[in-house]
């Protein structure tokens, strides 16, 4: 052999590799379990680290998940229903339906919505229960629409959790029918035409004046006031009734106006469609001005109370 070959049938030993103090068993060791149990104190404490941060993240991240469910409580049904309160103060009573799509059943004990107030005095609601899954009416008495405000694109649930603890989440809409945003739009949007004059159902003539009875009426479901009155006719003064005058939603008043002459020339020259009344409907903040053209037998009362009087 050369000497080349002597050194390639050498066996190059490196030892063992390990981190420092890991030493080879001594020879003649005849111990087989020591250097695996070695080993595997050394990988221990790394592993079980690692088995507990699992856990923990495992727990976070579960408890993420349930809070994140909870905080989904409900949606605005479509429809909701609403019912004008009576006395004339423009407010209302809602039935929100809500379902609770989170994890575990709450109580629902208030709600908020954009866009609203409540009267002053006004009881809380009464809180309901909500099974997960379950659609739900919660009654809010007393509601007002602030039209000065934006549309309302928020609905705030009170909840209170099975421990006590009560938060305040923002609950999902159902924008395409019947949500609360349709309900804000109704009270200040509307237009005119909701409230009008339908004519005399009574008139009750004097020397010197003429008193007609008009009767008033409400056709939309909202409560409303009128809260301004001028009745016109030439040379023709009017007693008017006390005002504001209410309306509660599909309600009708009865107003009665008493005409004197105050001007003969005026009067006894006006033409036949020269009377009306001019008045104010007010909803919330919201005011549309009407006019009611007054009809033919009032006007001709009118014309015959001139002749009474100046002729």
């Not at 490196?14 to 068993?25: F, I, N, S, W």
């Not at 209302?92 to 709450?106: A, C, E, H, K």
């Not at 009270?187 to 003429?210: K, M, N, Y």
């Not at 008493?258 to 001019?278: F, H, L, N, Q």
């Amino acid at each position: 052999m050369t000497a080349g070959d002597d050194r390639g049938d050498e066996i190059l030993d490196l030892g063992v590799v390990g981190p420092p103090g890991d030493d080879p068993a001594p020879a003649g060791h005849d111990d087989p379990g020591e250097r695996p149990a070695h080993r595997w104190r050394r990988w221990a404490v790394p592993v079980a680290a690692l088995l507990v941060g699992g856990l923990l993240g495992t727990v976070v991240a579960d408890a993420r998940h349930d809070a994140a469910e909870l905080a989904r409580v409900g949606i605005v049904s479509g429809p909701s229903s609403w019912t004008p309160e009576t006395g004339g103060d423009a407010s209302i009573r809602v039935d929100l339906q809500l379902m609770n799509i989170g994890s575990r059943p709450v109580e629902i004990v208030g709600v908020e919505v954009d866009g609203f107030g409540v009267m002053p005095g006004t009881e809380p609601i009464e809180s309901v229960d909500a099974a997960v899954g379950d659609w739900v009416v919660v009654q809010q008495e007393g509601m007002v629409a602030d039209c000065t405000a934006a549309a309302p694109a928020t609905l705030r649930v009170r909840i209170r959790d099975a421990d006590g603890g009560e938060r305040t989440v923002s609950a999902e809409q159902n924008v395409d029918y019947g949500g609360i945003g349709m309900l804000w739009t109704g009270q200040c949007e509307f237009g005119e035409g909701f409230v009008h004059f339908i004519g005399p159902v009574d008139t009750r003539l004097a020397d010197t004046s003429v008193t007609v009875t008009l009767p008033l009426l409400n056709y939309s479901g909202r409560s409303v006031q009128v809260t301004h009155l001028v009745p016109m006719a030439p040379g023709m003064t009017a007693t008017l009734p006390e005002l504001p005058i209410s309306l509660p939603g599909q309600g009708t008043a009865q107003v009665e106006i008493t005409w004197t002459v105050d001007d003969c020339y005026a009067a006894m020259s006006m033409s036949g469609d020269a009377g009306k009344v001019e008045y104010t409907v007010t909803n919330g903040t919201m005011e549309v001005p009407e006019a009611y053209t007054l009809d033919g037998p009032i006007m001709v009362e009118l014309v015959r109370l001139a002749a009474r009087v100046c002729g």
